[in-house]
């Protein structure tokens, strides 16, 4: 190859390579010992692979620090100012100080309304919540933002009242007809993603942590369908997908969340330690990247942010609450998946990921080559 040609190949290589390993990361702040803002975004933008970062919040101290970052953010309207904002006026307010003094410098692609609101159980926040949403998206419409901004909401898998097998999975009756088919009408309509918190870690028991952490395991069968499950992932999603289905909405995107697993826990825990924590991530980053999809998804890959980028020492709960991070306050990676950018196509471990990702990503850089694309 030419010296020309051969930079233009080493380029788009790493470019691939870049791509592939994108991953989003929740930036959760219930901490007293966390980094600045300004740190962490200069950290993520030039250290590590990844390129979207979902916020708990709209603060606006974060909002500047990712400013000319090229990373994707979403922002979250916290839960108790849903009522306040199923009005338009409000949500004009909201969009005008939270979104517009920001963007284009920030690249916000979402506004999320609330956090797994149903599971409140609380009435008001419950009744509201899609016409906040629809009232936000009216606002963006009149900005007009509503082409690269989108609203959505994430859910827990509560909201299911069966799941297993997978092909059994529906809405819990009652919010099934009067919150989630409104609220899937208006993502569809509005062409935004159904958006879910699954936590295989939360579901999972002796018995069950080597099809939880993706590891060899026998299996389980959908005896409806037929279908094999190698994976609680998979399992998961398709009584999400199953859910959606049985509504007429199995067209809309899944995107997740929010999914992890904690690097450490109270001794009486099953499989909570950094090297469990390490296998969940790097082979669920593999999984939902390899374009091999679900049984019921075939060929499908999932936008998914890891819950989280730090630990944080203020949430309440057991100590594996405390435990999720992929880094610690000071930014060194409590494990290594390959995330941080130095390590990412270099001799790290664990060695496999990183390997995949650039014997795929020279192969399609390859191919690229060889049809003369460039
Ligand atoms: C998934 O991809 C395989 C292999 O490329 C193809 O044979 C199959 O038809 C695809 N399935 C769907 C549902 O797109």
């Not at 979403?74 to 969009?95: G, M």
């Not at 991530?281 to 075939?298: D, E, F």
Request: glycine fraction near 6%; charged fraction near 15%; proline fraction near 7%.
């Amino acid at each position: 190859m030419e010296k020309d040609k051969l930079a233009l190949f080493l380029l788009l290589a790493l470019t691939l390579i870049q791509g592939v390993l994108g991953i989003g990361v929740n930036y959760g702040k219930l901490a007293n010992d966390l980094p600045q803002p300004a740190q962490v975004a200069k950290f993520l933008s030039e250290s590590t692979v990844i390129n979207r970062v979902r916020l708990f919040d709209a603060n606006p101290e974060i909002l500047q620090a990712f400013a000319h970052t090229g990373i994707d953010i979403t922002i979250t309207v916290p839960s108790d100012e849903i009522p306040h904002l199923a009005k338009l006026n409000p949500a004009q307010q909201w969009v005008s100080t939270n979104v517009q003094r920001f963007i284009p410098a920030t690249n916000i692609i979402r506004i999320l309304v609330g956090n797994e609101v149903l599971a409140t159980a609380n009435k008001l926040l419950i009744s509201n919540l899609v016409p906040a949403m629809q009232a936000l998206h009216t606002a963006l419409v009149a900005a007009p933002l509503d082409h690269r901004i989108k609203v959505s909401t994430p859910h827990s898998l509560g909201i299911l009242s069966s799941s297993s097998p997978p092909s059994s999975g529906k809405f819990r009756q009652g919010y099934d007809t009067h919150v989630i088919k409104p609220l899937l009408n208006f993502l569809k309509a509005t062409n935004a993603p159904f958006m879910v918190n699954p936590y295989p870690f939360y579901d999972c028991s002796t018995d069950t942590v080597d099809y939880a952490l993706f590891r060899p395991n026998t299996g389980v069968l959908d005896d409806y369908t037929k279908l094999q499950y190698t994976n609680m992932w998979d399992a998961q999603l398709d009584a999400v997908y199953s859910a959606m289905e049985a509504l007429g909405f199995e067209d809309v995107e899944i995107v997740i969340a929010e999914t992890g697993w904690p690097s450490m826990g109270d001794l009486a825990q099953v499989s909570v330690d950094s090297q469990s924590a390490a296998e969940y991530n790097a082979n669920l980053v593999r999984h939902v990247h390899s374009g091999i999809g679900t049984p019921l998804m075939p060929n499908r890959t999932f936008e998914t942010y890891i819950f989280g980028l730090f630990n944080e020492n203020l949430k309440p709960g057991p100590t594996c609450e405390r435990n999720f991070g992929l880094f610690r306050p000071n930014m060194t990676p409590v494990y290594d998946i390959g995330i941080l950018r130095n390590t990412a196509v270099a001799d790290d471990h664990p060695k496999t990921l990183s390997l995949i990702m650039v014997v795929m990503s020279l192969n399609l850089a390859v191919k690229i080559f060889d049809m003369g694309l460039i």
